[in-house]
């Protein structure tokens, strides 16, 4: 019984943290901006396929901001960021 009394403390600790987090709060609006403004012309496959077009952390960069008119997604600078650095931890691994 103590043990799950302990599992749950430390597990509720955890999410508590994790919410109050800013790069948490960062790096969850960044996903779902790009889930509101890039989904609405191509999925994640255009991420995953071999013959991928971005090659880099500033290719990456450019193709967002390229993104953002067709996208009629107005963010900040600091948003747009946060999209390139969602997409580089989830995908591209730069």
């Known amino acids: 019984m103590k043990k799950i009394v302990l599992l749950l403390i430390v597990t509720c600790s955890s999410s508590v943290f994790a ?14 901006l790009h889930a509101k403004s890039c989904v609405s012309c191509h999925d994640s496959g255009v991420y995953t396929r071999e013959d991928r077009r ?8 450019h193709q967002v901001k390229r993104c953002e008119a067709p996208a ?19 995908y591209y691994k730069f």
Not at 54 to 61: F, G, Q, T, V, Y
């Open 72 to 90: 009629q997604a107005k963010w900040t600078p600091q948003e747009a960021d946060g999209v390139v650095n969602y997409l580089n931890k989830d």
């Open 19 to 32: 919410a109050q987090d800013p790069k948490a709060k960062q790096e969850e609006h960044a996903k779902k």
């Open 54 to 61: 971005i090659r880099s952390l500033d290719a990456l960069a």
